[in-house]
């Protein structure tokens, strides 16, 4: 979103102009390994597993990174299980245009 603010200020110019009510969320994580602020990838591990992963420094300790994803309709910052993180993976970052319905 940071490397397209023409689009995201003509969403927000639309949102104003129509429904009002709406949002955008950015995916601002962090590694307090090395400090990534970005967004941490879901990978599997060698049993398959999900497992978040910095892709800047590869840390894959939940206990040192801070996520914050958007399930159910809130934004948790607690992780989540296998299913959860699974359905977040194959989410896509595009507009959600059922919710402007
Ligand atoms: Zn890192």
Redesign the pocket.
Known sequence: MQNNIQAVLALMKHIYKTIMYAELNTKSDF?Q????DGEIQIVEDEHGKLIWR?P????TDQDK?NVARRTCGYIGTQFWNQGRTQEIKESSASVNTASLL
């Open positions: 590694c390994v090395c400090g990534y910095c800047n420094c590869g840390n990174m």
